[in-house]
């Protein structure tokens, strides 16, 4: 499975956007770039998803570079609610598992 | 309310005594999986299952057992648990195995002393 490389923590202040990158320099053209993230203490909770063209979302929005090797997703005004782990997964088309790797810790600062 | 839940929700238990942990989906998911989550591991997929007495391994399956008699329910067994089965487990399930979305339950956080 390709692999995917996120910072281990970022910060950001509360209503101000917040821009989380992912590369995936080995990204295959069937795999899509999924994000999740993972409030303290809940499961996981699917956030976007996209294959090559920008997407949004009431959540969130995914940029993707246009050679796919990198992506980055956008909070549009951070809330200490959105303080969590986000997980940016490549997953193939054909594909139900998902594969997290360690994800960035999302810190929101009133 | 569409949602996977888990129970129990925390369990203390010791070495050898056979415990089952439940999972049930109430969208008619045809999907579900199991996931065990360990501090600097992550998420490590246990089994899934794409539908109806259809079961898989996954990434760390060994110790485990599951079984999908009903679509709505994907139990997991462990027969004799080990220390190292100390864990935090979640259950997942989606529409199918190529669904986008996966809706993961809450957690169940294990201790086996």
């Known amino acids: 499975d390709a692999k995917t490389t996120q910072p281990n923590s970022m910060e950001s202040n509360e209503e101000e956007p917040v821009h989380l990158p992912c590369n995936h320099s080995?990204?295959?053209?069937?795999?899509?770039i999924h994000w999740y993230r993972q409030l303290p203490s809940q499961g996981p909770e699917y956030v976007i998803h996209?294959?090559?063209s920008n997407v949004n979302n009431r959540m969130a929005s995914l940029a993707i570079a246009e050679d796919r090797k990198s992506s980055t997703l956008i909070l549009h005004r951070a809330t200490l609610r959105d303080a969590a782990v986000y997980y940016c997964?490549?997953?193939?088309?054909?594909?139900?598992?998902?594969?997290f790797g360690k994800g960035t810790k999302l810190s929101v600062k009133p | 309310e569409a949602q996977v839940t888990q129970n129990p929700r925390y369990l203390i238990t010791v070495t050898g005594k056979k415990l089952t942990v439940t999972c049930s989906q109430n969208?008619?998911?045809?999907?579900m999986s199991w996931y065990r989550q360990d501090p600097g591991l992550g998420l490590r997929q246990i089994y899934y299952?794409?539908?109806?007495?259809?079961?898989d391994k996954g990434d760390v399956p060994e110790g485990y057992k599951v079984s999908r008699k009903e679509k709505r329910n994907f139990p997991l067994i462990l027969e004799s648990p080990s220390p190292n089965q100390t864990s935090l487990y979640f259950c997942?399930?989606?529409?199918?195995?190529?669904?986008?979305?996966?809706?993961f339950g809450p957690g169940t956080r294990l201790t086996v002393t």
């Open positions: 997942a399930s989606s529409f199918n195995f190529r669904a986008y979305e996966q809706y």
């Open positions: 080995t990204i295959s053209g069937t795999d899509y």
């Open positions: 996209g294959l090559t």
């Open positions: 997964i490549l997953r193939g088309g054909s594909q139900g598992n998902l594969i």
């Open positions: 969208m008619n998911h045809e999907y």
């Open positions: 299952s794409m539908n109806v007495e259809v079961t």
